[in-house]
Structure formats: structure tokens, C-alpha cells
């Protein structure tokens, strides 16, 4: 590759291909030399990388889109799943930001937003990504983080927003809420999404320009659930039977057992079948590790059943509290349809399942023999 510079146009990109020139006799004769205009090739590249960024950036501010931002979750949570480093999520969003269109103008508003995109990225680390999800509302994905680390950068990023003057605006500026989570075991990228959205709406409840966090980040248990009623049940045709059963000790009071049971519905898009005094029945559709072209063919629906007890003395050995304060959760786990309980998929989804109950309960998984 070698550059022609021109007196009246700008420098070209040309290849150059050399061969010699010989015949029967010993010796060169000469050479040939072929020059190729490469800029055409050198420019179709350049629009296919102009294109590539067109399809990941937002337009407006630059920062990774919804698309991109999507794909980058995604692959984040099935990383971690199988692993991988932890990660946290940041989800923000620029308090009364229609009152700044309106009074001050739709340019006004352009500028809060890239203002906002920048003091983003530069508050971002390597492994990071900021991406626009919609309108005013911004996400960081902070790789390698942990739950206390994302919250305290959000208060700073919070802070110089807070602090950044916005000519368009008379040098005042603008603020944001903010909502903080962070991988936990059992979790799916819409969980996490689900789950950091829902503490950016407390942020907004709470008065705005704060931050609000969510999630225990508790890590798998490393002794899995036993399944009750051994290999057998894969056989059983009926469906009356449990494909698990698990008793799940949580340190916490019943009423608040409820509420942390309550945030796992919300994030999970459960459906509440029924409600009595110590029981809830759900339906979830609980992703697989694998599916078909069909959406549909993703997922398998489970029928999730949940009893709150007062924890037995018995089964605080290992810890020093009371029994008052601990409350015991029965899980039992069956696939709606009954042709998926010979889906290969079926125990993983169920394993799933069970250990994001347990993270949202931050409780222990009891042994078989107090289950």
C-alpha cells in the first residue's frame, strides 16, 4: 500500500503489485508494475463501520442505543450466569424533563440530554457502557461491579449533574433519579432490568434526585435443592406431582418475607392465581437455557406455589436468633403443561426459579431433612 500525493486534489490510496519480466535467457528484463486505485474499497469500508455505528449509537448523544445496550445485558447476565464477573446496573432518568421542553424549547432539551450522556461517559470505566434507552432516560452498565460501589458512583454522577450549568437553560441545570441493582443469583436480563427500574420509580416516589437501590447480590448456594420423590418422577404422567420442592429459610419477619416476595412477582411479570393467609399460588414463565425459532418454545411456564410458617427451633440451629424473626417459605415447582416435564429444559428452569427466590428472600436453602 503506498499514498499518491496530488498538486490539485487530495492524497490517493493505491496497491501497488510488482512482477518481473523474463524469458528462456538467465536474467531479468524488466519489471511490471500495477497500480490499483484502492481508495474505492478503502471508502466502502469506511461507510460500512459509519454504518455499523449508526446501528449501535444514538443519533443524539452518541452513547450505545436500546438495541446495543439489549445485546450487551444479555450476554452480561448469561456471562455472569456461568461464572463470570459480577456486574451492577445504573438506570437514570432527568427529573421533570418535559417541563424543560416546554419551557425552554425542544433545543433546551436536546442539550440537558447530551449533557447528561457525557457526564455519564465520563463517570463510565473500561468494560462499561452508557447506553439511551429512550427519551430522557440513561443506563449504565457497570462491568465488574458490585452493588455498594454502583450506588456510590451514581451519587457522584447525581452530584455533578446537579452541579453542571446548562447555557440554554440560564446556566441552571438539571437533575435525575436514579435506580441501582446488581446481579443476583437466579436472575434474568429482564429480572435485572425489571429490578433497577423499579428502584429508579422509589426514586421518584421518594421526591427525585436521589438514588435508591435494590438487590441482595447474594451468590448461588453452592449445595443445590434435592428434588423430592426421586428419578421416578420423570415418569409420572399425571402431573400431580412436584418436579421440586424446597424449603427456603429467610431472615426476616413474615410481613417483610411478603414484601421481598412481592418485588420477585413485580420483576418476574408473575401472575398471581390465588391468595389465603399463608399461601400464594403463582404462574411464571420461566425462561429456558435454550429454545426454538418460537418465542413461546423459550420459555416454560411453572406453577409456582409459596407457604409462609414460622421458622422450628430446629431448623436455627446454625443461626443465633430467634424464631421470631425468621420465616420459613415452602416452594413447590410444577410445569403447567404436562408434555414439559419431559423437556430437557425443565430443571434448569426450575433451578432458576428457586434460586432467585432465594436471593430475593436473602435466605438459605434448608436441608432435605428439615424440607
Not at 500495477?34 to 466502502?44: E, P, Y
Not at 410458617?309 to 404436562?338: C, F, G, Q, W, Y
Amino acid at each position: 500500500m503506498m499514498v499518491c500525493n496530488n498538486d490539485d486534489a487530495d492524497a490517493t490510496p493505491v496497491h501497488v503489485q510488482v512482477s518481473p519480466v523474463s524469458d528462456s535467457d538467465p536474467g531479468v528484463l524488466g519489471v511490471v508494475v500495477i497500480l490499483h486505485d484502492n481508495s474505492v474499497r478503502l471508502d466502502l469500508e469506511e461507510q460500512l463501520e459509519t454504518l455499523h455505528q449508526k446501528t449501535i449509537l444514538d443519533p443524539l448523544t452518541g452513547v450505545a442505543n436500546r438495541a446495543h445496550f439489549d445485546e450487551t445485558l444479555a450476554e452480561l447476565t448469561e456471562a455472569t450466569a456461568n461464572g463470570g464477573p459480577c456486574f451492577s446496573l445504573v438506570i437514570c432518568d432527568i427529573d421533570y424533563f418535559k417541563r424543560v421542553n416546554d419551557v425552554h424549547g425542544h433545543p433546551a432539551g436536546d442539550e440537558a440530554l447530551i449533557r447528561f450522556a457525557e457526564v455519564l461517559s465520563n463517570h463510565s470505566r473500561e468494560g462499561d457502557l452508557v447506553a439511551r434507552y429512550g427519551g430522557e432516560e440513561f443506563l449504565l452498565l457497570a462491568n465488574n461491579c458490585d452493588n455498594a460501589t454502583a450506588a456510590k458512583r451514581a451519587e457522584a454522577i447525581r452530584q455533578t449533574l446537579e452541579c453542571t450549568p446548562l447555557p440554554s437553560l440560564c446556566d441552571s441545570s438539571v437533575t435525575a433519579s436514579f435506580g441501582v441493582t446488581q446481579y443476583q443469583a437466579g436472575d434474568s436480563a429482564k429480572t435485572v432490568l425489571s429490578r433497577a427500574d423499579r428502584a429508579l420509580l422509589k426514586a421518584k416516589d421518594n421526591g427525585r434526585n436521589r438514588v435508591v437501590q435494590l438487590g441482595s447480590g447474594i451468590e448461588p448456594q453452592t449445595t443445590p435443592p434435592e428434588e423430592k420423590g426421586g428419578w421416578f418422577n420423570w415418569f409420572d404422567s399425571s402431573g400431580a406431582k412436584a418436579v421440586s420442592e424446597v424449603d427456603i429459610l429467610t431472615p426476616v419477619p413474615a410481613d417483610l418475607a411478603i414484601e421481598k416476595l412481592k418485588g420477585f412477582i413485580a420483576d418476574h411479570n408473575a401472575e398471581i392465581i390465588e391468595v389465603n393467609e399463608s399461601q400464594v399460588s403463582l404462574k411464571i414463565n420461566a425462561i429456558c437455557v435454550s429454545g426454538g425459532r418460537r418465542r413461546v418454545d423459550q420459555y416454560i411456564g411453572l406453577n409456582v406455589q409459596l407457604t409462609l410458617s414460622e421458622a422450628r427451633p430446629d431448623e436455627l440451629r446454625s443461626l443465633r436468633r430467634s424464631a421470631n424473626n425468621h420465616t420459613k417459605v415452602h416452594v413447590n415447582l410444577s410445569p403447567l403443561r404436562n408434555r414439559d416435564r419431559r423437556n430437557g429444559q425443565l430443571q434448569g428452569c426450575v433451578d432458576q426459579v428457586v434460586a432467585s427466590l432465594r436471593s430475593y428472600l436473602m435466605g438459605s436453602i434448608l436441608p432435605s431433612s428439615n424440607a
